[in-house]
């Protein structure tokens, strides 16, 4: 049996969030770095080469977005090759799975097309920062559009989302959770969670 299309199911949920009640955020950077303690904390303990390869693609991942570099696939697979350590990072030619093969992640042939267009909605001003961060990192989960690394993807296009309006976040680790394509309160909670971490 077929596992159903999680990706179809996320741009139905995706429609469906109320994106407007999404907090407001603070602009001014805190005097901590979230991104950059996760990084040299938990993640160097485990695996100081994953660490350097997540700061190298951080850094021009906020370069981008001092730059205001539109935010694209190309974009992405710039940064993805340095968190791979990799020469290419094309996007996925195939259907994906993750956990544990409960979730299909469907490719057509406007997949990347509409992967594209989701990711210009990062710049939308009629949606709120947290819900525009939100949406991208969910938006990177549910495309999966790498054959690895779409979780650390994920995370590094939400910083950048964030860094355009001049917002860092104090604290990445509790967003690090398990999260569903069929779940419009998650989605909606995720922006929730970057608000409370913005006020920490």
């Given at each position: 049996?077929?596992?159903?299309?999680?990706?179809?199911?996320?741009?139905?949920?995706?429609?469906?969030?109320?994106?407007?009640?999404?907090?407001?955020?603070?602009?001014?950077?805190?005097?901590?770095?979230?991104?950059?303690?996760?990084?040299?904390?938990?993640?160097?303990?485990?695996?100081?080469?994953?660490?350097?390869?997540?700061?190298?693609?951080?850094?021009?991942?906020?370069?981008?977005?001092?730059?205001?570099?539109?935010?694209?696939?190309?974009?992405?697979?710039?940064?993805?090759?340095?968190?791979?350590?990799?020469?290419?990072?094309?996007?996925?030619?195939?259907?994906?799975?993750?956990?544990?093969g409960r979730e299909r992640y469907g490719l057509t042939s406007h997949?990347?097309?509409?992967?594209?267009?989701?990711?210009?909605?990062?710049?939308?001003?009629?949606?709120?920062?947290?819900?525009?961060?939100?949406?991208?990192?969910?938006?990177?989960?549910?495309?999966?559009?790498?054959?690895?690394?779409?979780?650390?993807?994920?995370?590094?296009?939400?910083?950048?989302?964030?860094?355009?309006?001049?917002?860092?976040?104090?604290?990445?680790?509790?967003?690090?959770?398990?999260?569903?394509?069929?779940?419009?309160?998650?989605?909606?909670?995720?922006?929730?969670?970057?608000?409370?971490?913005?006020?920490?």
């Amino acid at each position: 049996m077929t596992a159903t299309d999680s990706l179809s199911v996320w741009l139905r949920v995706r429609r469906e969030v109320d994106w407007q009640r999404a907090p407001a955020l603070e602009r001014v950077p805190p005097g901590r770095d979230g991104f950059r303690s996760w990084c040299e904390g938990p993640v160097r303990r485990r695996d100081p080469h994953r660490a350097e390869r997540l700061l190298a693609a951080y850094a021009l991942a906020r370069e981008d977005a001092a730059r205001r570099t539109p935010l694209d696939f190309a974009l992405l697979a710039r940064w993805q090759r340095e968190i791979l350590g990799a020469t290419r990072a094309p996007f996925r030619v195939s259907d994906a799975y993750a956990k544990a093969g409960r979730e299909r992640y469907g490719l057509t042939s406007h997949t990347r097309a509409d992967f594209d267009s989701c990711l210009r909605g990062t710049t939308d001003p009629d949606i709120p920062p947290a819900a525009r961060a939100a949406r991208a990192y969910l938006d990177v989960a549910f495309f999966h559009p790498f054959t690895d690394g779409n979780a650390r993807a994920a995370l590094v296009t939400l910083v950048h989302v964030l860094a355009r309006e001049d917002i860092v976040l104090p604290e990445v680790g509790p967003l690090q959770t398990t999260r569903y394509a069929d779940d419009p309160a998650g989605a909606a909670d995720l922006a929730d969670l970057i608000g409370l971490l913005n006020r920490r």
